[in-house]
């Protein structure tokens, strides 16, 4: 059994969020490249916009489409995560990857709290072999949540540099 999480930037700090963006689909084809490499069994999705949606639809699509045994858990930081999502598309969206995820966790059984997206990203860590990394290397919580596996010991794969682009 083997687990994979990832961490990464939101929309607004990497692509945009329009999510048929090429760059999108790149990383989508990138996230399903490397779970088939290396045998993922598990894999676990933050469930925030972006890195975290591309990589669920990657799951699924592996899953679904491709019959690869690989169960997707979805780790929600809170109850109302989706609340402040403007598009109508991303919440539908959030929900269609809630129903189709094998297990769901709410981390935080409440609406948002401070701490809540650290404690998903501890949990999500905590119960991964490996987290891939869609970080620039700037400072915030993908940062944080770099620097908490490392000091678990857990394997960090980088999947993009500086300036956004695939490795």
Not at 114 to 138: F, H, P, Q
């Amino acid at each position: 059994m083997y687990t994979i999480c990832v961490t990464g930037h939101r929309p607004k700090s990497l692509y945009g969020y329009d999510l048929t963006d090429i760059r999108w689909r790149n990383l989508q084809a990138k996230f399903r490249e490397l779970l088939l490499k290396k045998k993922c069994t598990t894999a676990i999705t933050g469930m925030a916009l972006g890195v975290d949606t591309i990589f669920a639809l990657a799951v699924i699509e592996l899953r679904d489409n491709c019959n690869i045994p690989i169960e997707l858990i979805s780790a929600v930081p809170c109850y109302n995560l989706s609340e402040p999502w403007f598009n109508q598309d991303d919440v539908s969206r959030f929900n269609w990857i809630l129903q189709k995820a094998n297990k769901v966790v709410y981390v935080t059984e409440s609406d948002y709290v401070d701490g809540c997206l650290e404690k998903r990203n501890r949990y999500m860590v905590d119960n991964s072999n490996e987290i891939l990394a869609v970080w620039t290397g700037t400072p915030g919580g993908t940062a944080h949540c770099v620097k908490y596996a490392e000091r678990q010991g857990k394997r960090v794969t980088q999947l993009i540099n500086e300036k956004g682009e695939l490795l």
